[in-house]
């Protein structure tokens, strides 16, 4: 079965300092990945997604992420955190042949001034 | 204008009733979802729709009812609510059906509180 894991509640970084969250993943085949941002009483915004291709992605708000076939990763970086960056993210990846995604437990990104 | 909206954006309702969350999209989209955001923030798909039929049924019990009278409306009827109902309800939209690398559109979510 198709799932990913995000081994972390929280991260906290300063403004101004690179940010990584990290996303794990366990699937069937060929992983379509996605990351999506949540901010407080919104819905899911697309970040970023990895069908296939090169490796590193970018996406919006200058986020990009990186694809690890052999770590099984999926991580999402930024080389410059805003306070505007803080956020619930949420990694998921497509069930085999649906668009039904399945998504990681969420990561809070807290950006301190 | 709103793509994917959802209404009502906050519901208070005692237990045993019923209740219905409305979603309509404007983008065009082919196929629609409901997801379940429960407290704790997870997340995890309840329906989906294509062109009005019914794709995806995940486990979910016989009172959560959805409806589709187009492809661009995705109702949500729950009949006899309870506690473990409280949530927040996300509908989503996509184009197309099946690729799995549709990228979905939320709405800003329903949020039920059973009483």
């Known amino acids: 079965a198709q799932s990913v894991a995000q081994p972390e509640d929280q991260v906290n970084v300063a403004e101004g300092n690179p940010l990584t969250v990290k996303c794990t993943y366990s699937v069937s085949g060929n992983p379509y990945l996605f990351w999506y941002v949540q901010y407080p009483n919104r819905g899911l915004q697309f970040l970023l997604k990895y069908i296939t291709g090169d490796n590193l992605v970018k996406g919006s708000y200058g986020f990009e992420a990186e694809f690890n076939k052999s770590q099984t990763s999926f991580h999402l970086k930024k080389p410059s955190a805003l306070v505007s960056d803080s956020a619930l993210y949420f990694c998921?990846?497509?069930?085999?042949?649906?668009?039904?995604?399945?998504f990681g437990t969420g990561t809070r990104l807290q950006v301190f001034p | 204008d709103t793509a994917v909206s959802q209404t009502p954006k906050y519901l208070v309702t005692q237990m045993g009733n019923d209740k219905s969350i409305k979603c309509e999209q404007n983008l065009g989209h082919d196929t629609m979802y409901w997801y379940k955001q429960d407290s704790k923030k997870f997340l995890k798909i309840m329906f989906s729709?294509?062109?009005?039929?019914?794709?995806i049924n995940e486990t979910v019990p016989n009172r959560f009812s959805p409806k589709s009278p187009d492809k661009a409306h995705l109702n949500l009827h729950i009949n006899s609510l309870e506690l473990g109902d409280s949530a927040v309800y996300f509908c989503?939209?996509?184009?197309?059906?099946?690729?799995?690398?549709?990228?979905?559109?939320f709405g800003a979510g329903s949020r039920l509180t059973v009483l």
């Open positions: 989503a939209s996509s184009r197309g059906l099946g690729s799995g690398a549709n990228v979905l559109t």
């Open positions: 729709y294509n062109n009005k039929e019914l794709i």
């Open positions: 998921a990846v497509s069930a085999l042949n649906t668009d039904k995604l399945i």
